[in-house]
């Protein structure tokens, strides 16, 4: 190797090792600014804790926590000093700004009035999470890296695990990297504000309706708009959309959907001007109609790029009357011919890295071999394009 080359490969090495280093600093544990014991106020010292600086909590019980009107200029961080090990409940409301609550074992909490620029991260909740910003937009909330696991809500709750309600646009909460999974009579996330953001990363599974009298859905729309649900992977559950009371501009698009059992789970009724687009669907039916009882179809719908594997579109309601108004179906791969809709269709089987039923996320990216590599209507592969990286 030539002087000149050597000297710029080392650099390059040097450069790439600085950015893996700044990177891997980033996502360690900040170092503990003050150290609680169980039954301690946390309220008191996030309330008295310099901008900036991070609160550990040891293993043990902190019971119902309340922050309100703390506001930080810098976040201040609430996290555990082992893994999860401290167990507390979350209040966060009024002015509240700034604060991060990671690694941490959370029972009942709610976030609610005007709090903003509040992350609840690498947590596992035992109970349920209710976020409820009805003053205010952009609040900069992200729910990210946590577990919501085999939860029951009571019977008086709201439906989700994860329950997000409010009416100014965008609200700004963001859901990225999450699990939802587990038997337990609750959907795994109920949208009842605009703008809700639902990836990526999240992993829905195993969310069953069994004998609950409450309807259990992975995601379920209730008086939602313009949400984006992005970069998920939805399996082994009975119904993974559930939005059958209307929606506007959702944005459905890089989510594998693997069914597995002909379900009808996928559920968008009266909608105007969503876009479903490079999803893979295997064994579930799109639903892009209206109840029966409702007089008001579902229109504008856009839905291209998408692999339907032993799936298609439905788009009459259940007595058959057409209602799916201004609908555009193109560039959609089929396995079979009776299910095609729209224009530049293609027939075939796909073929994935994972095999023909890939049993991991990172799976069913499509092999160069395929039907519908490249093939989309933008150069990309037809269906998902995000497998959990």
Not at 74 to 92: C, F, K, N, P
Not at 212 to 220: K, P
Request: hydrophobic share 35%; net charge neutral.
């Amino acid at each position: 190797m030539q002087r000149q080359n050597l000297t710029v490969w080392v650099v390059c090495v040097a450069a790439l090792l600085g950015v893996l280093t700044a990177r891997a600093g980033s996502d360690a544990p900040s170092a503990c600014t003050q150290t609680l014991n169980p039954g301690s106020s946390v309220t008191s010292a996030v309330s008295s804790a310099p901008a900036g600086s991070t609160i550990c909590l040891n293993t043990g019980s902190y019971g119902n926590q309340s922050f309100n009107g703390i506001v930080k200029s810098s976040t201040v961080t609430v996290r555990s000093t082992e893994a999860q090990g401290a167990v507390i409940s979350l209040s966060i409301g009024g002015t509240t700004s700034g604060l991060r609550f990671d690694s941490l074992a959370i029972g009942s909490s709610g976030i609610q009035g005007t709090a903003k620029n509040i992350t609840i991260s690498n947590s596992r909740f035992t109970n349920q999470l209710v976020i409820r910003m009805d003053a205010v937009a952009n609040a900069n909330i992200l729910i990210d890296g946590n577990t919501f696991d085999g939860i029951s809500v009571c019977g008086s709750c709201y439906e989700g695990r994860l329950q997000v309600n409010g009416g100014a646009y965008p609200i700004g909460v963001k859901v990225t990297r999450n699990h939802f999974g587990g038997r337990g009579e609750s959907d795994g996330i109920q949208i009842g504000a605009p703008g809700v953001v639902v990836g990526p990363g999240n992993v829905f599974e195993d969310i069953r309706q069994g004998s609950y009298s409450r309807h259990v859905d992975a995601i379920q729309g209730y008086g939602q708009s313009r949400t984006t649900i992005t970069g998920n992977y939805f399996r082994n559950s009975d119904v993974f959309l559930m939005f059958p009371d209307g929606g506007t501009a959702e944005l459905i698009n890089n989510n594998v959907f693997d069914g597995g059992s002909g379900n009808n789970g996928i559920q968008l009724g009266s909608h105007n001007g969503d876009v479903f687009e490079h999803n893979t669907v295997r064994n579930v039916t799109v639903n892009m109609d209206k109840k029966t009882e409702n007089t008001t179809p579902s229109q504008n719908i856009v839905a291209r790029n998408n692999i339907m594997i032993g799936s298609n579109f439905k788009t009459v309601d259940t007595n058959g009357t057409p209602a799916c108004t201004n609908c555009t179906f193109d560039h959609n791969l089929f396995t079979s011919s009776g299910s095609v809709k729209g224009t530049a269709s293609m027939v075939g089987t796909p073929l994935f890295v994972g095999g023909s039923v890939p049993s991991t996320w990172a799976g069913w990216q499509l092999a160069p071999s395929s039907p519908g590599f490249a093939g989309g209507s933008d150069g990309k592969d037809m269906g998902a394009n995000y497998f959990g990286k």
